[in-house]
């Protein structure tokens, strides 16, 4: 079995930072056409500049808000226009709010819920009529190991992360026939400026030190007391990307360093 993505066509969304342009560089890495898209278009296109620059592959950036419909298609188009098609939508775009459920501002409730859930809807709508004209593409969600666990606080990116559980099993399905794969990354704790940012947010919270909240909260489940890095989740994003038949769909697989072992 073959495993390429050479000259495939790819978006990833969040991808100016963090675990999307690890996910995006390792495509570039391996030949693919590679689109930034994130909130800020000089972000992404300074990313995308320097991962081209790199090469084999090449990158763009796109100016995408992927709660924005209007946006998403926008900037699924120019993709379109500027590689052909689309072959892999990363739905990675992501944000953290912590509050108790009774303290949890509903603004930021649906805010958070908008990113994660509208934004991995709007932009696999959009992109499955391309990946159809292809012949079949690859659709990946960025779960969490919240996609199975819950912990206190995440009321929002807890019920969230579930979501995109349900959403790649309906597209698995409804995919299967037209090639389209549809399956989500469950990452654990990944020392990314969202997590960092949560680290002195759980430790007042809680009422317990920030080594407390990486030790026992964050890294408390893990085999070894590690973090997950960003080229773990961007080596699956390319086994996922790149296998090359529906015996792969429907499935999430955990990046956590033995949390959570279903």
Request: with cysteine.
């Given at each position: 079995m073959t495993m390429n993505l050479k000259d495939k066509s790819c978006i990833v969304t969040g991808a100016a930072s963090g675990i999307g342009r690890a996910i995006a560089e390792r495509y570039v890495r391996a030949g693919a056409s590679v689109a930034i898209a994130d909130l800020r278009q000089d972000a992404a296109d300074a990313v995308a500049a320097e991962l081209t620059a790199k090469g084999p592959g090449r990158a763009i950036g796109v100016a995408m808000d992927v709660t924005d419909e209007d946006q998403v298609n926008a900037g699924v188009a120019r993709v379109v226009a500027a590689f052909?098609?689309?072959d892999v939508l990363v739905s990675n775009a992501g944000i953290q709010i912590v509050h108790p459920v009774e303290e949890f501002p509903f603004a930021d409730w649906k805010k958070l819920l908008a990113i994660?859930?509208?934004?991995?809807?709007?932009?696999?709508?959009?992109?499955?009529?391309?990946?159809?004209?292809?012949?079949?593409?690859s659709i990946i969600f960025m779960g969490s190991v919240?996609?199975?666990?819950?912990?206190?606080?995440?009321?929002?990116?807890?019920?969230?992360?579930?979501?995109?559980?349900?959403?790649?099993?309906?597209?698995?399905?409804?995919?299967?026939?037209?090639?389209?794969r549809a399956n989500v990354i469950c990452p654990g704790f990944v020392r990314t400026p969202l997590v960092e940012k949560q680290i002195p947010e759980q430790a007042a919270e809680l009422g317990i030190s920030e080594q407390e909240v990486i030790e026992r909260?964050?890294?408390?489940?893990?085999?070894?007391?590690?973090?997950?890095?960003?080229?773990d989740v961007a080596e699956v994003a390319f086994v996922f990307a790149a296998f090359p038949t529906n015996a792969l769909t429907g499935q999430a697989l955990n990046v956590s360093h033995g949390w959570n072992m279903a």
């Open positions: 052909g098609g689309v994660h859930l509208d934004g991995a809807f709007l932009t696999s709508k959009t992109c499955i009529p391309h990946m159809k004209a292809r012949g079949g593409g919240h996609s199975r666990e819950a912990s206190p606080l995440k009321s929002a990116y807890v019920t969230a992360k579930h979501g995109l559980l349900g959403l790649a099993r309906v597209i698995a399905k409804e995919g299967g026939a037209y090639g389209i909260i964050m890294l408390g489940e893990t085999v070894d007391k590690e973090f997950t890095t960003v080229e």
